[in-house]
């Protein structure tokens, strides 16, 4: 299994993915730093204040609620809000809260 280095506010993490997928990961990790950036830079954060974690939660939930004004938009299907609904965008945001929780656990093994 492929390991891709993304730079999140200066840090460097090392992240597995499927063979492929490299390049997509790269780039989103690369919003993710742009988000966290972004966060720090209008003052939401003060660093001295918060830690890297609490920082990623927030940079966590402000991409769910990106994803949420999309869904409302589009749906979760991208076919405008038919069959989509509130159940749906709850079940996908569980799911991302999953997968947010096994990555800041493999990513506390590899910095603490």
Request: aromatic fraction near 4%.
């Amino acid at each position: 299994m492929p390991q891709v280095k993304v730079q999140i506010n200066g840090r460097s993490y090392a992240v597995q993915c499927e063979d492929g997928e490299q390049e997509h990961l790269r780039q989103l990790g690369a919003y993710i730093d742009a988000v966290v950036r972004n966060l720090l830079k209008r003052g939401n954060v003060n660093l001295g204040q918060v830690g890297d974690t609490h920082l990623m939660v927030l940079a966590a939930l402000t991409v769910a609620d990106e994803l949420s004004d999309a869904y409302d938009k589009t749906g979760p299907g991208g076919g405008g809000g038919a069959g989509g609904g509130k159940t749906d965008f709850a079940t996908a945001l569980d799911g991302m809260a999953e997968r947010l929780d096994r990555i800041a656990g493999r990513l506390e093994t590899l910095y603490v």
